[in-house]
């Protein structure tokens, strides 16, 4: 079954702590990642995608097929990276997106 | 460039009525999307269309139908609407297939009593 998940509902850390957000994925082929982000009162947008190996407002995720983790670090967490975020999984022949169930990030000063 | 956009932005309705939510996207992108987030359990497809003149069956999608009127509108309609059916919905546009990024709109708050 194709499935994603993500451990954590809520992860809170401390300005300039070290962030890291969990997502571990089930899929018989290779996987498509994706991390997508939703501030407070806007809309989903993408942060990164595992085929780019970009960094992101510092943000990166590297895809570990051995422990089928697409995990998103980020070395020191600002006041403003407080959002909800997704990971997702492209699915359906590449039709579709199956999403984790989000982990709320909050950062505290 | 407006993007994704979703009318309306919210709406109450009684247990039994009918309702359509409108999508419309300008980026001439071939696949659009309806989701539903609730808390705690993410988003999860209702339906979606990968290409004009074609609709498929989502995560969960009973309870709803919808119309790709042309590339650019999606509908989500919900003929007898049920209070399980509260939710945010959302509808999102891509370009192509595969690892190409999807592009939402800002949601419809919809609360069924």
């Known amino acids: 079954a194709q499935r994603v998940t993500q451990p954590e509902k809520l992860l809170s850390v401390f300005k300039g702590a070290p962030v890291e957000l969990k997502c571990n994925y089930s899929y018989s082929g290779s996987p498509e990642l994706f991390w997508y982000v939703q501030y407070s009162r806007q809309r989903l947008q993408l942060l990164l995608r595992?085929?780019s190996r970009e960094s992101i407002k510092g943000f990166t995720a590297d895809l570990n097929k051995g422990e089928t983790s697409f995990h998103l670090k980020k070395p020191f967490a600002q006041e403003e990276d407080s959002a909800m975020y997704y990971c997702?999984?492209?699915?359906?022949?590449?039709?579709?997106?199956?999403f984790g169930t989000g982990t709320q990030l909050k950062v505290e000063l | 460039n407006a993007g994704v956009t979703q009318t309306p932005k919210f709406q109450v309705l009684k247990t039994g009525q009918s309702m359509t939510l409108q999508c419309a996207q300008d980026?001439?992108?071939?696949?659009m999307y309806w989701y539903r987030q609730d808390p705690g359990m993410g988003l999860r497809l209702i339906y979606y269309?990968?290409?004009?003149?074609?609709?498929d069956k989502g995560e969960v999608p009973n309870g709803y139908n919808v119309s790709r009127l042309n590339k650019r509108e999606f509908s989500l309609r919900l003929e007898s609407a049920a209070p399980s059916q509260t939710s945010v919905y959302f509808c999102a546009s891509m370009r192509g297939t595969g690892n190409q990024p999807q592009h939402f709109g800002d949601g419809t708050r919809l609360s069924i009593l």
């Open positions: 997702a999984l492209v699915t359906g022949g590449g039709n579709k997106l199956t």
């Open positions: 595992h085929i």
């Open positions: 980026m001439n992108h071939n696949s």
């Open positions: 269309s990968a290409s004009e003149g074609t609709t």
